[in-house]
């Protein structure tokens, strides 16, 4: 069974903050040249260029996990309260009390992508594959390169039977984070069931 993998990509959070400036490391910057620290949008695109090139699979997860923080942080107080509610419903498997957690969250934040993306995790859990489809385009509406709402949105295709569509989505899953494990194994298994298949 694939679901426990792709669950575990969608959920993936770690608290790694981004590295400082080498000079800031190395204690040689003046005072007077205090580095400014990256806006969140900036951060994310260095991430995402340092996952596309990274050949180390453990170096990879790390700097995954540092995305995985930048999309959890939703600067609000009462959004990060809801969500960490959410998670603790999902936890114990009461899932209609994640969703009324997760309602408000993307109804006071819509633009916070990782509220649409955990409450389609819900709804995958739930197997409601359509509303989790829905959630899964509006993540990837606000953050095109949402490797957990991709894997999410291959492995609905592949429990649905769509065998090419589930196919293209690990591969888009790969266009942004190359060394991903599941994804690389998923692409090889359907590629040969596909083949097999006469496809």
Do not use: C
Request: aromatic share 6%.
């Amino acid at each position: 069974m694939r679901t426990p993998i792709v669950i575990s990509i969608m959920l993936l959070a770690a608290g790694v903050l981004a590295p400082l400036p080498l000079a800031a490391q190395d204690g040689n910057a003046p005072p007077s040249e205090a580095v400014e620290p990256l806006v969140p949008a900036k951060r994310l695109d260095n991430f995402f260029a340092e996952l596309k090139r990274e050949r180390n699979e453990k170096a990879a997860e790390r700097i995954a996990a540092r995305i995985n923080e930048e999309w959890n942080s939703s600067g609000s107080a009462i959004i990060d309260l809801m969500m960490m509610w959410s998670k603790t419903a999902m936890e114990g498997e009461k899932f209609d009390v994640a969703l009324d957690f997760l309602d408000q969250v993307v109804t006071i934040s819509p633009a916070y992508a990782e509220g649409w993306n955990r409450r389609a995790t819900v709804h995958f859990m739930m197997h409601n594959y359509s509303k989790s489809m829905s959630d899964i385009n509006r993540t990837l509406t606000l953050e095109p390169r949402h490797f957990g709402a991709l894997a999410g949105m291959a492995q609905i295709m592949e429990n649905t039977g769509r065998k090419q569509l589930a196919l293209t989505a690990w591969q888009r899953v790969l266009e942004i984070y190359p060394m991903m494990r599941s994804a690389q194994n998923e692409v090889a298994t359907l590629s040969e069931e596909l083949a097999g298949e006469g496809i």
